[in-house]
């Protein structure tokens, strides 16, 4: 890497620096680190794969690659919706694995300094894992959005299990 692209590479993350894509699942908001994510779109239509979790709708076909889908709605163990002109697909890449993530609706990429987020509560050991943080927003902080850990989002065997599923294989 020259030392120009060392310095653009900088700026890029610098300007991704505490900058969160925040979309709406039922009546929570929730809020993904900018710099996981590659690309928003509509719905499109899932062919489902046999014998995966419930949330686990199927996958696409993006530009010919093969992504696997996840409900979010499901995936946070909440009723399951028709999906509708404002539900959207997030494309995450997940390490190596890209996977588009089903919302109810994206909202707006908000900035939410580390300094303006606070630890999630302390519940059993397996909820909230994969809640990083409550970020506080707005003129006096009134508005909560939950940021998600997206590495902690899915079991070590869903994300082989999407890793199978993607055609890169």
């Known amino acids: 890497m020259t030392e ?24 929570e908001m929730y809020g993904i680190d900018i710099k996981a994510v590659i690309e928003i779109i509509g719905i499109q239509p899932i062919t489902s794969v046999p014998e995966t979790p419930e949330y686990l709708r199927g996958i696409i076909n993006l530009r010919g690659k093969i992504i696997p889908i996840v409900d ?41 300094p580390e300094d303006a987020v606070v630890l999630p509560p302390k519940l059993k050991a397996a909820q909230n894992r994969c809640i990083r943080g409550i970020g506080k927003s707005g003129e006096n902080g009134e508005k909560a959005t939950l940021l998600l850990d997206w590495q902690k989002l899915f079991s070590e065997e869903d994300t082989e299990i ?4 993607s055609a890169d294989n």
């Open 4 to 27: 120009e692209e060392r310095t653009m590479s900088a700026i890029n993350e610098d300007t991704q620096k505490d900058k969160y894509l925040t979309f709406a699942v039922g009546d």
């Open 162 to 165: 999407m890793s199978d599923m």
């Open 72 to 112: 979010m709605r499901l995936r946070f163990q909440k009723e399951f919706l028709p999906y509708h002109d404002r539900t959207c697909v997030i494309v995450i890449d997940m390490i190596d694995v890209m996977v588009g993530i089903i919302v109810d609706s994206v909202a707006e990429v908000l900035t939410i």
